[in-house]
């Protein structure tokens, strides 16, 4: 086995946990992790996906159990979303550009592990009933065009704007990320999907990570270490992705 193989097989499970323990599924980092290690965009949307559909589902049910869901919140944010995601997984991207875009989303979990964003509430927006609908819209149809759930754009919104806390933003992320994940997949394998068959070997490792982040985040787990070198992993990736 190559060495490069043998290091998804260590960092796939790794990226899972990490991002299972705060409600996300992880596809930005595993897109991240492919796209470095030279898979092409139509090849590792929907293996990434696919983790993610996994990844967030037990990060939901974990997160579930400990916080009051959100039902209105939920609702309307993913009526809308759901299709955007699946018309976003329809649309193939040039490489150069997907692998740009891609490097900027990356900064969204950086700032989220380095508490650089404000607090539950920084800003008191009112939840006017078009800002969910609107969000949806937005988030879905990006997700959908990247091969992520959305649930790294979403939750800083949430929590900045005071509309759940932080277990609450964790359970409605994680379910928002399953559903834009299938939708985005669906859109995918409709349409332009290539699936590297040796990917599928990586999805049972990468939710055996999820599992064990979601329990251990939802017990409040404490892993600053690990984060802060993830964080750095990061960075230099976002920074490959957008200028190299």
Known sequence: ????????????????????????????????VLALFGFAPEEIRPTALMMNILVSLLAFLAFSKVSEFPHRLFWSLIIFSVPAAYLG?????????????????????????????????????????????????????????????GGIILSPIVLLAGWADIKQTAAVSALFIFFNSIAGLSGALMHNAAIQPQLFYLIPFAVMGGALGAWYGSKRFDFDVVKKLLVAVLVVASVKLIFL
């Open 89 to 149: 997984g329809t649309v193939l991207v040039n490489e150069d550009l997907y692998r740009r875009i891609l490097g900027v989303l990356l900064l969204f979990p950086v700032f989220r592990m380095m508490g650089w964003f404000p607090g539950k509430g920084a800003y008191k927006i009112h939840l006017h009933w078009w800002l969910p609908p609107l969000l949806g819209l937005t988030i879905g149809f990006a997700s959908g065009l990247i091969g992520i759930g």
């Open 1 to 32: 086995m190559e060495f490069y193989w043998i290091a998804l097989f260590v960092i796939l499970p790794l990226i899972g946990f990490l991002y299972a323990s705060v409600g996300h599924g992880g596809a930005s980092s595993y897109l991240m």
